[in-house]
């Protein structure tokens, strides 16, 4: 047999407006003063913050060291023995390769940049043009750094968004110079166009080549090196602006200007 509590008992707890157990707890975790971390949550974060000092540091100066040793190991072995420092000092002087091979090709551009020089240079590519494997390597090879190291080319102009890979989803580009040549004149259909680099993320070294209607393209005022960094880093690493709101209301209106360019 049940009895019925009665009704003044029931629910007795919210009637006198006492909190419930759970209620309690959730207080007092709301309430309480925040934990200090302990000794193995500040040992990871101290390790953490060192090794993101430290590994930058240290791959850059193997990297160098590496190449300054790849350097010196091709040219000291050129060097006459009279002349090579190793020969009278108990150590071995690093850099000494590199710093003959910077010397030897500023002198060969030097020669270069007069009549003798380019008779001379003439007269070389005129031989290697003989010869048929050569010919096509060198000239390949030739217009690869021609295309790279011209001071005509220079580098990126601007970093801008472009929508791919499909509308409201953008990626970020560099563009390198203003469409021009039978690219243009093939699919410009009298637009101005730019030929802009897409990068692939974490490598920034491979992409894509893509020709782009200048109205397709939202320019931002982030540097070039700020962009590379925002591309190397997948988004991690976000440039500095003044005014957030700013730029976000900058980079909007940019782009329903470019929607009712396109509508």
Known sequence: MTTEEPAGKKG????????????ALHLEQLTAPPKKPG????????????????????????????????????????????????NYLPFTVPGVGLLLAILFITLLGALTANLFGRTVLRFGEGLLDRMPLVRSLYKALKQIFETVLSQSQGS????????????????????????????LHRVGEGEDMWSVFMPTVPNPTSGFLMFVPQKDIVLLDMTVEEGAKLAISAGLVIPPFKDPKEAKAHVEAKVAEKRKETA
């Open 12 to 23: 007795g707890a919210e009637n006198r407006g006492e909190p419930t157990l759970g209620e």
């Open 156 to 183: 990126f102009e601007k970093v801008g968004l472009m929508e791919f890979p499909r509308r409201e989803a953008w990626v970020i580009v560099f563009i390198s110079t203003a469409t021009r040549g039978e690219v």
């Open 39 to 86: 000794l193995g949550t500040r040992f990871r974060n101290y390790f953490l913050t060192g090794f993101v000092i430290a590994a930058p540091l240290s791959i850059t100066a193997y990297l160098t060291w590496s190449f300054v040793a790849w350097v010196d190991t091709w040219i000291k072995p050129l060097i006459p023995r009279h002349y090579n420092p190793d």
